[in-house]
């Protein structure tokens, strides 16, 4: 059974960082795309940042680029979502998401999801 458990969101100050983490069992890990996406109350979840590690493809949105990194650990099967000089916008509930053919940010690409960690940011 694919599972993946989204952690590491909080509440931050504008100009802040947070680091969140997912989680995943279930699957080859490497045969994966692995996604980060958000949700901000009343809009629709967007992209935000995806990584297949076996051919060094990363994608994030223009919303994030240069402010957020991602990684992953394929020992651990585990994907990071470094996230700096975050700014009120950035809140949102983020959802990590896997799906073996995936090759964008697009929602309904991903076919496994995990539940969201809530990210607040004050400004």
């Known amino acids: 059974e694919v599972q993946l458990q989204a952690s590491g969101g909080g509440l931050v100050q504008a100009g802040g960082s947070l680091r969140l983490s997912c989680a995943t069992s279930g699957f080859t890990f490497d045969d994966y795309a692995i996604g980060w996406f958000r949700q901000a109350p009343g809009k629709e979840r967007e992209g935000v940042s995806s990584i297949r590690s076996t051919i060094n493809s990363i994608l994030y949105a223009d919303s994030v680029k240069g402010r957020f990194t991602i990684s992953s650990d394929n020992a651990k099967n585990m994907v990071y979502l470094q996230m700096n000089n975050l700014k009120p916008e950035d809140t949102a509930v983020y959802y990590c998401?896997?799906?073996?053919?995936?090759?964008?940010?697009?929602?309904?690409?991903?076919?496994?999801w995990g539940q969201g960690t809530q990210v607040t940011v004050s400004s």
């Open positions: 998401a896997a799906d073996p053919l995936a090759r964008t940010l697009w929602v309904f690409e991903y076919e496994y």
